[in-house]
């Protein structure tokens, strides 16, 4: 069963950094690609960024690049986002997900929370 | 970038009632599109894929159609588990978008 845990969250000041982890169980991690996507209180989702099963390629919203680095540890199973510069508008529950069949989002982890607050 | 648009943002209706959530991308996106549910304080749960594909797993009361730039999301007949926030998203190029939401309240 797919299972993806993130971590990593928490309250952290304006311009500060901070390194978020999902760490993924139950498939073939460095067969998929992995995504982050995120989700400010009250408000739709937001796509974040991309980074293909073996690390060739990343793709970022426009919102985040420049600021934020995906990357992945294929012989950790576990996919990060660095977070530099973090504004208040980047205040959010924080998804990683699981690209299927396509880049389907078809498996998510619980989410992590990331308050930007002075 | 692929905008996505959603119509209506706000649905109120019964149990047994058959609703139809509309789905709208600023240029073609051929069938990459998926449907997802939400309640709150939980993770989205994929419901349709490349526009009518249904997951597995998802009842078959609901159902997606459309190509291009129209799509709908249709639920036969409501069940109470099915009030939840639900969300279009393309997948064709990046960067993927989601449409704004819509909830679907209880009349």
């Known amino acids: 069963q797919v299972h993806l845990v993130e971590s990593g969250g928490g309250v952290v000041q304006p311009g500060r950094s901070l390194r978020l982890s999902c760490a993924a169980s139950?498939?073939?991690?460095?067969?998929?690609?992995m995504h982050w996507v995120r989700q400010a209180p009250g408000k739709g989702l937001e796509w974040v960024a991309v980074?293909?099963?073996?690390?060739?390629?990343?793709n970022y919203a426009d919102s985040v690049k420049g600021r934020f680095t995906i990357s992945r540890d294929n012989s950790k199973n576990t996919l990060y986002l660095q977070m530099s510069s973090l504004r208040v508008e980047d205040t959010a529950v924080y998804y990683c997900?699981?690209?299927?069949?396509?880049?389907?989002?078809?498996?998510w982890g619980q989410g992590t929370l990331v308050t930007v607050s002075s | 970038d692929i905008q996505m648009t959603q119509s209506p943002s706000t649905l109120s209706a019964s149990v047994g009632d058959r609703v139809t959530i509309t789905c709208r991308a600023s240029?073609?996106?051929?069938?990459?599109l998926a449907w997802f549910q939400q309640t709150p304080g939980k993770a989205p749960k994929l419901l349709i894929y490349?526009?009518?594909s249904l997951e597995s797993g998802v009842p078959s009361r609901f159902s997606g159609s459309g190509s291009g730039t129209e799509f709908t999301l249709t639920i036969s007949s409501l069940q109470p588990d099915d009030f939840a926030t639900y969300y279009c998203?393309?997948?064709?190029?990046?960067?993927?978008?989601f449409g704004q939401g819509t909830k679907l309240e209880i009349k």
């Open positions: 980074m293909w099963y073996d690390g060739s390629q990343t």
């Open positions: 139950g498939f073939t991690f460095s067969s998929y690609g």
């Open positions: 998203q393309h997948y064709n190029s990046y960067p993927y978008t």
């Open positions: 490349k526009a009518s």
């Open positions: 240029q073609s996106i051929s069938s990459w």
């Open positions: 997900a699981r690209g299927t069949g396509g880049d389907v989002l078809a498996n």
